[in-house]
Structure formats: C-alpha cells, structure tokens
C-alpha cells in the first residue's frame, strides 16, 4: 500500500484528493496539513468522507511527510518550493498541483507570480505532468508539476493539429470558460452567489498566469515559439472548463481531422474524441477524469474549431495528480480513476 500525504487538504483540490484516494485499491493517505484546522478530523469538515477517511489535519512537518511515498501539494504558489526540495533529498516522491515548478524560465514564473523562484536546482528536475504527452518522462520522475486547469484543456485540444503542423502556430486562440470553484475555496467576492449567479465575464484580458504555461507546452510540441491569445471567461456554474478553441489551416485542402484527432488519442485512457458533428457538455465529465473533445471545420473553411471541455478540480487538477502518482509508482495509469461523470 502507498503511504500518500496531503500537504494543504481544505481547498478544493485537496478534498479532491481525498474524495479519489478513498477509492484507491493501493493508496491511503497517511498524512494531511493544515495548519489553521489542526487536530479538526477530516470527515468533520466534509461529511461526504465519512467512513472513508479517518484522519485528522496536522500542522506540516517535514519529518512526518518524509514517513510517506508520495506527497501532493494542495497549496497555493510558493510553498511547494519551500517544502519540496528536503523531501527530495529524502527520497519522497512529490506531485505539486501549485504552479511552483510548471514554466521553466523562471524569471517568466516570477513575472507571472509576483515573487521569486526560491528553488532554482530543484525546479530544473521536475517533469511536466501531461500523461498524454510525456508518459515516459513521469515514469522515471521524482518531482511533477502537475498542469493548471485551463492549460490541460486547452493543450489536448490543439495538440493533434500543432504536431502535424497543419494549423498556424502564430494565430491560436483559446476562449476558455470556468466555473467558479476555479478560484478556490478562500474568501472572494467575485465567487459569491450574488456575484456570480446569473452572470458571465471575461478577466484577465491582457493576460493571465496560465498563458506561458500554455505557451510553453504548445511550443514544445510546434519545436517552435507559438502566438497564442487567451481569454478566460468566469461562468455560474460550480465545475467545468470548456474551452473552445480556433486554428487556421495553412493548406486550404481536405483534411480528415476526425481521424487525426481519434487516431492522436486512440490509446489515451483519458481523453475521449467524440463522433464527428459533437458538442461537448462540461456536465459529461462532472466529478470525472475525462477530457472529452470534438473537433469541426465550420463551412469546411479554413478555421477548425477545437472544443475541449473537462471538470477543472478532476483532469484539471486532482484526478490528474493521481494519474501522474500511478504512473510514477508503476500502477495501473486509471487506478481509483474509473468514476462516471454526474448526469445531471
């Protein structure tokens, strides 16, 4: 059994976890952190862990997570790279759901971040927690910066047309929308019920934190810089990204981008192309870890349009972070994995 440790277990992300890892044929959590609930038992702060994990919030303390196989970081950008670096050292494996160790430029990351990147040597040994991209890599890894939310969706979505090149790389746009657990379960107002509820805005305009890190990935896969305008979007809804995005064709002539697209994805457990003509429902992955995709060409014209629509605490960040620890630990890629999507 892998002893698993939670640092930052009361945010969404973290319950998340924890509502995955109950299920895990070959993980129990050992270890959660918090250090403003110690000594409160999880299932008091969420009663649907009941009977499932019988645990209680600890102040972090190295030498405790060091006790476990695997640690995951539930926590906002700057800590994992306080913490990780001595758990390294001690032969824990670490998976950051933060953004500490994504983009590797970390004069960018501190740009984007508003502080500086304390953990130079350890940010150059993570590996990029992509499964669909590089599997091979988190095999061997023993540090994975897990992606954000709007970059897996939007990733998976033009991967297909940048690897073959088919699409300008220097025209992408990605209009993205969220729910509004997205931003977290800390005090906003802009995430209260009478912000939020019947209501729909654009932020972030001239730029948000997930643009390089979009970039980043999109560039590697085009081996060249890619132009990129990226809008996200809050919607009254409390999970879901759908992020549809639009390409132009470089070579007017017939393509069969179903094909591509189901043939790109056809061993991925996680990524499911639809029938061709698909519209994707954000509500078809609630609660799963499932990128589902469709693909068209409108007036077989010029432009495809790329829909990619995922559950932002699940492929967005949790079930993903389990994905990434099963592959790292040689189990089964969808091991506690196989929840259904909520219908409605």
Not at 59 to 87: I, K, N, Q, W, Y
Not at 106 to 130: C, F, I, N, P, Q
Request: charged share 20%; glycine share 10%; with cysteine.
């Amino acid at each position: 059994m892998i002893k698993v440790g939670i640092v930052g277990g009361t945010g969404y992300t973290g319950v998340e976890l924890l509502r995955i890892l109950a299920n895990h044929p070959q993980a129990k959590v050992e270890v959660i952190t918090s250090r403003s609930e110690e000594g409160v038992k999880v299932a008091d702060m969420y009663p649907n862990l009941r009977g499932h994990h019988d645990i209680a919030f600890t102040v972090p303390d190295v030498d405790r997570l060091a006790t476990c196989d695997v640690v995951f970081f539930a926590t906002p950008h700057g800590v994992a790279m306080s913490m990780a670096p001595e758990l390294l050292e001690r032969g824990v494996k670490v998976i950051d759901l933060g953004a500490d160790f994504r983009i590797r430029d970390l004069e960018t990351w501190s740009k984007w971040y508003g502080m500086e990147h304390t953990a130079a040597d350890t940010a150059a040994k993570a590996v990029y927690g992509l499964p669909e991209v590089y599997r091979e890599q988190i095999k061997d890894a023993q540090l994975i910066a897990c992606p954000g939310c709007y970059p897996t969706a939007t990733q998976l979505g033009f991967l297909p047309l940048i690897e073959n090149k088919l699409i300008d790389h220097r025209r992408l746009i990605a209009d993205c929308k969220s729910g509004v657990s997205g931003a977290g379960r800390g005090a906003n107002v802009g995430a209260l019920l009478c912000e939020a509820s019947e209501s729909m805005t654009a932020y972030a305009v001239p730029g948000h934190r997930h643009l390089p890190e979009i970039r980043q990935g999109l560039s590697d896969a085009a081996e060249r810089p890619i132009g990129l305008t990226f809008v996200p979007h809050l919607t009254p809804m409390i999970r879901g990204i759908h992020s549809t995005l639009y390409g132009i064709l470089k070579d007017p002539v017939e393509h069969d981008l179903q094909k591509l697209f189901e043939e790109r994805y056809a061993d991925e457990p996680f990524v499911d192309v639809m029938p061709a003509g698909s519209h994707p429902q954000t509500r078809s992955v609630k609660g799963a870890n499932v990128c589902r995709i469709s693909v068209h060409r409108p007036q077989n014209e010029d432009t495809v349009v790329v829909l990619s629509v995922i559950d932002n605490l699940v492929k967005g960040a949790a079930g993903q972070a389990v994905q990434n620890m099963n592959i790292m630990m040689g189990l089964e890629e969808a091991a506690g994995l196989n929840q259904v999507g909520l219908m409605p």
